[in-house]
């Protein structure tokens, strides 16, 4: 199975930290938390992942030498011009690619991947949404699901009266052919606001399979201490559900 890493952001909130660095090489007690998520991707038998680059994209290629890491083949595809989260994935994929793994560069999370994709492809949706239960919904992206896991909507940072879920949406995401399709070619193309309402609109079936584990979204200065903090205190754990071999 291939992996896309969304790692093209520029970390406006943390700086200025990023002002000189590329947000997925923020250190995490000493480590780019890109490491993290590579760590997570070669414990499930992941073997190749390409990393959508634009913001100081240099800094990041130098980091792996090789090009490889812990037997994961590394593809950095730089964009030229901003192409969104969906527009930065289609720019790094290829036409036969199918049920990919797309994984957000500045999270840290231990969800088991294996039982994720497992359920992606028994439920042959065009798109499956890993989420996570949170205490206060104002702060996300919440995913609307209904009692089959379908997704029937989603709702940008709500009030608490419009709080429907309490399902963030994390930014991992089991894409299939056919929706990685639909992502037009070199155009911004965002996967929350354009992708997914396509999806929708043209009866697309999108599951939903709510993520058990840490999951800490990255996203300012008091996220960043938080998952120091949460490192220290052995609060991320990695995967133990895990098929003999990971993920094919």
């Known amino acids: 199975m291939k992996a896309v890493i ?22 995490l007690c000493g480590r780019p938390m890109l490491e993290y998520i590579l760590d997570l991707l ?7 992942a390409a990393l959508t680059l634009r913001y100081l994209p240099g800094q990041i290629v130098e980091h792996f030498p090789e090009g490889t890491y812990k037997g994961i083949k590394l593809d950095f595809v730089e964009e030229t011009s901003p192409l ?6 289609k720019n ?8 990919i793994l797309i994984i957000s560069g500045d999270a840290l999370c231990d969800f088991d991947l294996a039982a994720f994709a497992a359920y992606h492809k028994k439920g042959g949706a065009a798109v499956a ?3 996570k239960q949170v205490e206060d919904p104002r ?19 709500p ?6 879920s309490d399902l963030a949406n994390t930014g991992i995401y089991m894409l299939s052919k056919r929706a990685l399709a639909l992502i037009p070619h070199g155009e911004s193309f965002d996967f929350a606001r354009d992708l997914f309402p396509l999806l929708l609109s043209r009866g697309e079936t999108l599951h939903c399979w709510e993520g058990q584990g840490y999951w800490c979204d990255i996203g300012d200065a008091s996220a960043y201490l938080h998952a120091h903090i949460d490192l220290l205190d052995g609060k991320m754990k990695l995967a133990t559900a895990i098929r003999p071999g990971g993920v094919n």
Do not use: W
């Open 6 to 27: 969304m790692a093209g952001g520029e970390g406006s909130r943390l700086r200025p930290l990023t002002c000189d660095m590329p947000k997925p090489m923020a250190r």
């Open 42 to 48: 070669a414990l499930h038998g992941i073997r190749e």
């Open 84 to 89: 969104g989260t969906a527009g930065g994935v």
């Open 92 to 99: 790094a994929c290829q036409p036969e690619d199918d049920n």
């Open 129 to 131: 949404i890993l989420g």
């Open 139 to 157: 702060e996300y992206g919440l995913i609307d699901v209904d009692d089959t896991g379908r997704v029937a909507g989603f709702i940008e940072k």
């Open 159 to 164: 009030a608490f009266s419009q709080a429907v």
